[in-house]
C-alpha cells in the first residue's frame, strides 16, 4: 500500500515536499517514481529513483525545480518542490516497480494528493 501525502494550495515560488509512505511490502525493493495528472490531462512522469537512490530522472518540466529521494529505512519515498508553477497543479501520485517514464510499467500506486498552485 502506498499513501501519499503533502498536498495543499500554495501560491507560485512557494515550496511544498510530498511524501509517500509505503506498507505491506519492502518497497525498497523497488525502484519508485513521481506522477501527476491535471484535469482533463493524462498522467504524467515527474520523476523517479532507483532502489539505492544511484539513478534519478526527471521529466523536463520539474529539472532543476523538484528532488525526488527515498528513505528506506522508513520505507518513504519524498518529492521536494521548489519554486511552484500554476502549471504544477494536479493530482500527484506515487508508483512503485520501475524506474521508467511509462506510467503502465508500474504495479502499485497510491491514492494521490492534490497541489494546487495559484498565481
Known amino acids: 500500500q502506498l499513501v501519499e501525502s503533502g498536498g495543499r494550495l500554495v501560491q507560485a515560488g512557494d515550496s511544498l515536499r510530498l511524501s509517500c509512505a509505503a506498507s505491506?511490502?519492502?518497497?525498497?525493493?523497488?525502484?519508485m517514481g513521481w506522477f501527476r495528472q491535471a484535469p482533463g490531462k493524462e498522467r504524467e512522469f515527474v520523476a523517479s529513483i532507483s532502489t539505492h537512490s544511484y539513478t534519478t530522472d526527471y521529466a523536463d518540466s520539474v529539472k532543476g525545480r523538484f528532488t525526488i529521494s527515498r528513505d528506506n529505512a522508513e520505507n518513504t519515498l519524498y518529492l521536494q518542490m521548489n519554486n511552484l508553477e500554476p502549471e504544477d497543479t494536479a493530482v500527484y501520485y506515487c508508483a512503485a516497480g520501475h524506474i521508467v517514464r511509462d506510467p503502465r510499467f508500474y504495479d502499485y500506486w497510491g491514492q494521490g494528493t492534490q497541489v494546487t498552485v495559484s498565481s
Open positions: 505491506g511490502r519492502t518497497f525498497s525493493n523497488f525502484p
